[in-house]
T-cell receptor
Framework: DGGITQSPKYLFRKEGQNVTLSCEQNLNHDAMYWYRQDPGQGLRLIYYSQIVNDFQKGDIAEGYSVSREKKESFPLTVTSAQKNPTAFYLC???????????FGSGTRLTVV | DAKTTQPNSMESNEEEPVHLPCNHSTISGTDYIHWYRQLPSQGPEYVIHGLTSNVNNRMASLAIAEDRKSSTLILHRATLRDAAVYYCILRDGQGGSEKLVFGKGTKLTVNP
């Protein structure tokens, strides 16, 4: 079955360390997205990519970086510059003509 | 900022219909109305979307006002598994804006 796989499900990081969250899709979707969710809040867009080798900043891109070298993959790096990285991170993908987004099951990052 | 307005919370009894409202007074002619729901510690799940006409699928129905400034998601018989946060979102059907903006949504509680 097609879908989006995020790994790992839980991640712990020490302060000052960079960490990379994985997102892979086999839906042949052109666009991919990263969102951050804090407790009791909605989703906020970090970065998005509409085609390979191209991506745009979302509303809260500071302290994060991405790459889109393959259509199937859109990894997110949380850098040490991100002051409050503890959150639930969600990856999504879509095709413009299909309308809906498909989300992964999320990665919960905790800074210890 | 989110372009939709939803009540923070609603409550329903099991096996009764639920009507979840959404206001989107600034909707443009090419905006599709999307609904997603999110269970605790999971990624959002697509529910339904529409442009002008009412829409039905196996999960729910979407009733869109004639002026398109509001819509209602209808769950015909609520079950305990329908307890979730429901998000109403506008998406540009021309693909000009790929930034799906989430508000805080409506938290639906279903009582047994």
């Amino acid at each position: 079955d097609g879908g989006i796989t995020q790994s790992p499900k839980y991640l712990f990081r020490k302060e000052g360390q960079n960490v990379t969250l994985s997102c892979e899709q086999n839906l042949n979707h052109d666009a991919m997205y990263w969102y951050r969710q804090d407790p009791g809040q909605g989703l906020r867009l970090i970065y998005y990519s509409q085609i390979v080798n191209d991506f745009q900043k979302g509303d809260i891109a500071e302290g994060y970086s991405v790459s889109r070298e393959k259509k199937e993959s859109f990894p997110l790096t949380v850098t040490s510059a991100q002051k409050n990285p503890t959150a639930f991170y969600l990856c999504a993908s879509s095709n413009r003509d299909r309308g809906s987004y498909t989300f992964g099951s999320g990665t919960r990052l905790t800074v210890v | 900022d989110a372009k939709t307005t939803q009540p923070n919370s609603m409550e329903s009894n099991e096996e009764e219909p639920v009507h979840l409202p959404c206001n989107h007074s600034t909707i443009s002619g090419t905006d599709y109305i999307h609904w997603y729901r999110q269970l605790p510690s999971q990624g959002p799940e697509y529910v339904i979307h529409g442009l002008t006409s009412n829409v039905n699928n196996r999960m729910a129905s979407l009733a869109i006002a004639e002026d398109r400034k509001s819509s209602t998601l209808i769950l015909h018989r609520a079950t305990l598994r329908d307890a979730a946060v429901y998000y109403c979102i506008l998406r540009d059907g021309q693909g000009g804006s790929e930034k799906l903006v989430f508000g805080k949504g409506t938290k639906l509680t279903v009582n047994p």
